[in-house]
């Protein structure tokens, strides 16, 4: 397959063999001016339910692509249903954290209000733009649901009890990673979350509750005090090798 064959763009509607796709403003710019596509070029294309397809131009204007859907390249699977629930951090941090949950498998991403957090916003459009780039990235064919924030207390109020929680825990009173995530393995846990606390970490108050909670684990990284970013990373980095569900098909 020639080389931008390998472009892959997300698209937000059902696609099938033989579908005629008109591609938005911002795709139609990035394949005309940046990758600079010409007619009968090839494109992946998926749509986050069905699967992947090999797409080509039919049309090119200075403004607009068409694309026409020629057949399927890889049946859909979707991620292992690990949440990654966390507390926004600074810009930068946040992209970071979005973009590598993306990579990493998670099915959700929550942002999560907690008594340190350095901001009660999160720029949830912006987070979805990041969670699709990089879902073309990495060859992902389901794109994670980005939730509203929410006050970490309530969330935890309504929380499904069939979820287990595993909040990263750095005050050295948590097992270790590897010895949770062996007991989730034993234990067949398939409904997960992470918890990963803002910069100034969880309060007193927080750690108390986390810890009562019975459905609630906490997890320890290490003998060093991560950035929040680099918790999250290594937490779903840990989960995905030793309790992913990898299908095998999935690269295929
Ligand atoms: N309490 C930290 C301190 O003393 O600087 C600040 C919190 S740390 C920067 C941000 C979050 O990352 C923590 O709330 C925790 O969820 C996670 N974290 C950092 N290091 C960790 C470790 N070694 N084990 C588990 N979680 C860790």
Known sequence: MKKKSFIRLFVDFPLEVGKVLPLSDAQSHYLIHVMKLKINDNVLVFDGQNGEFLAFVTQISKKEVILSVLEKTRAFCSCPDIWLLFAPLKKDQTDFVVQKATELGVARIMPVITQFSITEKAKTERFKAQAIEACEQCRR??????????????????????????????????????????WAKEQNIHHAALLVGPEGGFSAEELDMLRALKFAKGVALGPRILRAETAAAAALACWQAMCGDWDENYLA
Request: hydrophobic content about 40%; charged content about 25%; overall charge negative.
């Open 141 to 182: 064919l389901d794109v994670p649901t980005i939730c509203e924030p929410i006050q970490l207390l309530k969330l935890l109020d309504n929380w499904d009890k069939g979820r287990t929680l595993f909040f990263l825990d750095e005050t050295r009173q948590a097992q270790s990673v590897s010895q949770v995530f062996s």
